[in-house]
């Protein structure tokens, strides 16, 4: 699996889990290992998503992997 493959899976498996669990890093490595990728091809898919904005770290209750939310303010309209 090549790298942005394993980005792609990372990023549906959030989208998938948004509004029905909140993911820790962690679930998401253990679901990408079941699916023959590392630990360390996860991490660096994580952190490639997380610096791009495509996802980020949420802090509320432990840390967890999230799409990252719009509010209303930040698109204002024209």
Do not use: C, W
């Not at 394993?6 to 890093?25: D, H, I, M, T």
């Not at 509320?60 to 799409?67: D, K, S």
Request: aromatic fraction near 6%.
């Amino acid at each position: 699996m090549d790298a942005e493959e394993l980005q792609n899976k990372v990023y549906a498996l959030v989208e998938k889990s948004q509004g029905k669990k909140k993911l820790k890093p962690k679930d998401i490595s253990n679901a990408m290992e079941a699916e023959g990728a590392t630990q360390a091809e996860t991490k660096a898919a994580l952190r490639v998503l997380i610096d791009g904005g495509k996802l980020v770290y949420s802090y509320f209750g432990g840390t967890a992997v999230e799409i990252p939310h719009t509010e209303g303010s930040a698109n204002p309209q024209s």
